[in-house]
C-alpha cells in the first residue's frame, strides 16, 4: 500500500493555473500507476488523467486535454497535475490515487485501491 497526501489547491481566477502536488509514502511508489481524479459537489468522482509508472505514457480526460499535464518524479515520490486555463467548471475537489496493477488508461475510480484525501480546487469566474 502506499500513502498519498495532495497539496497545492486553491482559489484562482478563470484562466490562471495551478499545480496540484501529490506525495506519496512507501518505497515501491514507483511501480504504482497514478491517477487525478476530480469531483464536484452534487456529481460523481470524475477521471481527470494518469500517468504509467514510469512517467513514459499518461491519458487525459477530453474535458482537460490541452490544458492539464500530468507528471511524475519518481526520485521525490511525487505526482504532479499543472492545471493551466483554468474555468470556473474546473471548480472540484482533486484527488490523487494509485494502484500497482492496473494500466495507465484506467480511467473507473474503482480501481484505484489508494486515495488521499483531496485538496479544493475553485475557479471563480
Known amino acids: 500500500q502506499v500513502q498519498l497526501v495532495e497539496s497545492g489547491g486553491g482559489l484562482v481566477q478563470a484562466g490562471g493555473s495551478l499545480r496540484l502536488s501529490c506525495a506519496a509514502s512507501g518505497r515501491t511508489f514507483s511501480s504504482y500507476t497514478m491517477g487525478w481524479f476530480r469531483q464536484a459537489p452534487g456529481k460523481e468522482r470524475e477521471f481527470v488523467a494518469a500517468?504509467?509508472?514510469?512517467?513514459?505514457?499518461?491519458y487525459y480526460a477530453d474535458s482537460v486535454k490541452g490544458r492539464f499535464t500530468i507528471s511524475r518524479d519518481n526520485a521525490k515520490n511525487t505526482v504532479y497535475l499543472h492545471m493551466n486555463s483554468l474555468k470556473p467548471e474546473d471548480t472540484a475537489v482533486y484527488y490523487c490515487?494509485?494502484?500497482?496493477?492496473?494500466?495507465?488508461?484506467?480511467?473507473?475510480?474503482?480501481?484505484?485501491?489508494?486515495w488521499g484525501q483531496g485538496t479544493q480546487v475553485t475557479v471563480s469566474s
Open positions: 500517468i504509467s509508472w514510469s512517467g513514459g505514457l499518461t
Open positions: 490515487a494509485a494502484d500497482a496493477i492496473i494500466g495507465f488508461r484506467a480511467t473507473n475510480p474503482t480501481l484505484y485501491h489508494n
